[in-house]
């Protein structure tokens, strides 16, 4: 389905397995193929590539290779579009069909850290649970977030239990149970390559360098759970219960030709974020849709560059204190939200908080997600250059 978004200018990276090949291991896709990469070293076709570059294919996550010098990393891809031509054919046994892998996580991951980034979405949510249009105090200033769980991430296709916990009835009291009001986020993460040092800060000018790649992220919300314990100290257990990701990292190299300038900074911020790069993020244009019975519903169309902190800026943040990325570490982008009724990330700005209902596909109505159903988000960067999907499907509460 997916196919176009995975062409010679793309040479993505995830860990996949299949009968044939049973063993978790680093791939790279070419449209609907899939190319084991330690099948490439054994072919004798990784040659010319540092030794460190054949070991990392043989390992389980992408970390080691995450974390190689951005010269090495880049050495490596020239080499696979060369390889990947279709005019060479490549070692039996090294390649599968799309449809006969399981894809799993890309990386170990060390930390979780969801942000803010978006400043539609800001404000909608504040219409959405204040009934006021407002910023947080340090919205303008620096990038806001939190840290998340990391041991309920999981890759594209795994199903979502509802999650049970405490909320307020529509009575009022406070009751345990299955959430009334399961929502998703459109969202886009980083993972961390090259690792920083703790005490030390990463200037935003090389926070680049720091980066390995961007995935897709749905960081699933119980609102009715989260509306009662995010006082005083922020989410928990509405958040905490799954987070989504797409198998594929594309890296930097690849996005590199869809760079794009962010919004311009309405207040003067610290010197530690004030990037002199112009294009200092990317034009990617995002979808959600949600899928009932077959019938898909598109519920969201957005676009990462209107974002208000950038990546750079994550990183940059996340370190001015001193604190220690590590390789594998995600931070994300919060909801992706555009300023229009269609470009809304989360069914809490589309549905005004569950005041307001809307139409699917097969002609019933939602105010939040239903069992049986399936978000889907896909993004495409532009000709060649996309994501794939990062989709995952309701189940009812244990």
Request: with cysteine; proline share 6%; charged share 20%.
């Amino acid at each position: 389905m997916f196919a176009s978004h995975f062409s010679i200018a793309n040479i993505p990276y995830g860990i996949a397995s299949s009968a044939a090949h049973p063993a978790k291991s680093p791939a790279t896709r070419i449209e609907d193929t899939v190319v084991f990469l330690d099948g490439l070293a054994k072919n004798g076709l990784l040659s010319s590539l540092p030794s460190e570059v054949v070991q990392a294919f043989s390992e389980s996550t992408l970390n080691t290779f995450a974390s190689l010098p951005k010269t090495t990393q880049k050495q490596t891809r020239a080499l696979l579009q060369d390889i990947l031509k279709p005019s060479k054919d490549l070692p039996s046994g090294s390649t599968a069909s799309i449809q006969d892998v399981t894809m799993h996580l890309p990386v170990a991951i060390g930390d979780f850290t969801d942000f803010s980034c978006s400043k539609e979405h800001v404000l909608n949510a504040g219409e959405a649970i204040m009934k006021k249009r407002f910023l947080p105090p340090g919205f303008l200033h620096f990038p806001v977030g939190y840290t998340g769980r990391t041991s309920s991430i999981i890759p594209s296709g795994t199903p979502v239990t509802r999650p049970r916990g405490q909320f307020r009835n529509a009575q009022g009291e406070v009751v345990y149970g299955p959430t009334e009001q399961l929502d998703y986020e459109l969202e886009v993460g980083c993972i961390v390559g090259k690792p920083s040092v703790l005490g030390d800060s990463i200037a935003v000018g090389d926070a680049d360098e720091h980066i390995f790649g961007l995935v897709l992220l749905n960081d699933w919300s119980a609102r009715d759970i989260q509306g009662l314990e995010m006082m005083p100290l922020g989410p928990l257990n509405g958040k905490s219960f799954s987070t989504s990701i797409s198998p594929w990292v594309i890296t930097l190299d690849a996005l590199e030709i869809f760079q794009s300038p962010a919004p311009e900074r309405e207040l003067k911020v610290a010197p530690y974020l004030a990037d002199t790069k112009t294009d200092n993020t990317y034009s990617i244009q995002l979808k959600a849709e949600l899928i009932v019975d077959d019938y898909a519903t598109t519920i969201c169309k957005s676009q990462l560059k209107t974002m208000y902190w950038s990546f750079r800026d994550l990183l940059a943040h996340q370190t001015s204190n001193g604190c220690n990325l590590n390789t594998g570490d995600l931070l994300a982008t919060g909801t992706i939200s555009g300023e229009t009724h269609d470009s809304h990330g989360c069914l809490l700005e589309l549905t005004k908080g569950g005041e307001q209902s809307f139409n699917i596909a097969d002609g019933s109505r939602r105010k939040f997600l239903e069992d049986g159903d399936s978000i889907r988000i896909s993004a495409i960067c532009g000709e060649g250059v996309g994501f794939g999907e990062c989709i995952g499907k309701v189940l009812p509460a244990r």
